[in-house]
């Protein structure tokens, strides 16, 4: 049966299996939503009718070896192909490939890319989750060829690409509803099923039939299909949909097989329970998004990361990585920007979601223009590259994260050490030290400059401000000006 599991109970049976873990329930996610209604979170969801036997058994994340060694500094940009140009075509985004570049990100997430079901089709255009076909691309995208040139321009430039993966249901007029019937899920009276949320209650998400994980052909289909894009197109990996909906040793038996035919593989989850380790490289920061949110809203005060950093320490350990952001698809159609969440204090919260321990940073189309609308999920809406620029901006953040050892991925990076200040419940200062390197990284959530007393800094000296590049000298303790709903990052 899929059930949403406690944070607690998450962690509980994570760490007898793993030694990297999280815990918590996401609000967001993808697919078949209903008109402006967000999707249910995915959190750790044990799949229907349970799957193999199995017994999951992959090396833990907590190994550094797990990780392929090109992602030790890497951050990660979301692209919604739909929307990125007016064409809305792969050969049109494949212009942009040299200023993703110059921009600094090194990982491009397609959102998916195949044909969308036209039967119950929710809006014009359909959702990108309601897969037809596997093995093909949307004509309207392009061509397979498009694809293969964009995933090969882009590895050209030094980027790899990651494809967008839905395992957990179909389009209902997908070839498998009538070759393979017994592919999916069904009703009493043995009718399709429509996708289930985490709590396995049937939604009302109707272009999309759910799979039956049960089925050993089915999953070897599935891992088929996904080796094809391997083999086919020279992807570097998947972000797996919902990856909660499917079994782990599902996942476990994809990966192995997957890398089998990629050593380098790259596996994101959308999902946050712990155990998703076993098999994906990175899992969602749900939990920290949304403690963002509420901070900088002013509903939660800074004290509230204490509580979210040991919790994460306590079930993640050192290896995993985890993906923490502002904004991405899901937010921005359905919750709105992070302007719209966070206002001013959008910068300081990316600050935090780069450069804390196990971060890896999501940027989403559009965001390095200041993108402020909600894009529409199933009809054309075309990204307005004429807004305020922020690409200084994400491009600093990003070359931090690429030249300071201490702010590395998973096992790569430095502990981090929360910094005392009398600055109260808007302030957040941390270091993070990896060998010679330091990171100091002070928060202002306030909309008033913060002049803050820090102690028990652990290496006094010469620092360098990140941003104005202007030399600092820190004792062990001393005095910090925070501009308001800014940031400061002191490198050593």
């Keep these: 049966m899929r059930a949403s599991l406690s944070p607690m ?38 799949p229907a009718g349970g799957g193999a036997t199995t017994p999951v058994a992959a090396k833990p994340s907590t190994d550094p070896d797990f990780h392929p060694a090109w992602s030790r500094s890497s951050v990660i940009y979301e692209v919604n192909v739909r929307q990125y140009t007016p064409e809305g075509t792969l050969a049109a985004l494949h212009a942009h490939l040299p200023r993703l570049k110059a921009l600094g990100v090194d990982i491009l997430w397609l959102m998916p890319v195949q044909p969308i079901g036209v039967k119950n089709r929710k809006g014009k255009l359909g959702s990108y989750y309601a897969i037809s076909d596997y093995t093909a691309v949307n004509p309207e995208f392009g061509t397979i060829e498009d694809f293969r040139a964009l995933v090969a321009g882009a590895q050209q430039l030094g980027m790899k690409v990651i494809l967008d993966w839905v395992a957990n249901h179909t389009a209902y007029d997908h070839e498998w509803v009538t070759a393979h019937p017994d592919y999916y899920e069904r009703r009493a009276d043995g009718s399709l099923m429509n996708a289930r949320d985490n709590e396995n209650k049937e939604t009302d998400w109707t272009d999309v039939a759910e799979l039956d994980y049960r089925n050993p052909a089915m999953r070897k289909a599935m891992i088929d299909e ?19 909906g499917a079994p782990i040793d599902f996942w476990v038996e994809a990966r192995t097989a997957l890398k089998a035919v990629h050593p380098a593989l790259f596996m994101l989850a959308e999902a946050e329970d712990p155990r998703m380790h076993a098999a994906f490289d990175m899992t969602y920061g749900w939990d920290l998004h949304h403690l963002l949110n509420a901070i900088a809203q002013g509903k939660q005060g800074t004290p509230a990361l204490d509580a979210y ?16 952001f502002t904004s991405n698809h899901d937010e921005n159609s359905w919750n709105g920007s992070e302007f719209e969440r966070m206002g001013a204090n959008h910068k300081p919260a990316f600050i935090l979601s780069a450069t804390a321990q196990r971060s890896m940073p999501l940027l989403y189309t559009g965001q390095e223009v200041s993108l402020k609308k909600r894009l529409r999920f199933f009809e054309k ?11 200084g901006f994400y491009s600093a953040v990003f070359d931090l994260k690429h030249r300071q050892p201490a702010l590395a991925n998973g096992p790569w990076g430095g502990p981090q050490v929360k910094l005392g200040t009398d600055g109260g419940d808007r302030v957040y200062a941390f270091t993070r030290t990896r060998d010679e390197n330091t990171v100091l990284v002070a928060l202002n959530f306030g909309d008033k400059p913060a002049s803050v007393t820090y102690r028990g800094l652990t290496r006094p000296g010469s620092y360098t401000d990140w941003f104005t590049k202007k ?13 308001p709903n800014g940031y400061r990052v002191l490198v050593k």
Excluded: Q
């Excluded at 049976?13 to 209604?37: E, F, H, K, V, Y």
């Design 226 to 244: 996904m080796k094809w894009w391997l083999e086919s197109t020279g992807i570097d990996g998947f972000r797996c949909d919902v990856a909660g």
């Design 309 to 324: 950093f040991a919790k994460d320490d306590s079930v993640y350990g050192p290896g995993a990585y985890r993906m923490y």
């Design 381 to 391: 809406d075309t990204v307005d590259w004429h807004g305020p620029s922020l690409a």
């Design 9 to 46: 109970a998450t962690a509980t049976a994570a760490i007898a299996l793993l030694a990297c873990a999280p815990a918590s329930t996401p609000a967001g996610g993808d697919s078949a939503t209903a008109t402006s209604a967000a999707r249910p979170g995915n959190a750790s969801p044990a």
């Design 471 to 483: 030399s600092v000298s820190l004792g062990e303790g001393g005095n910090l000006d925070i501009p």
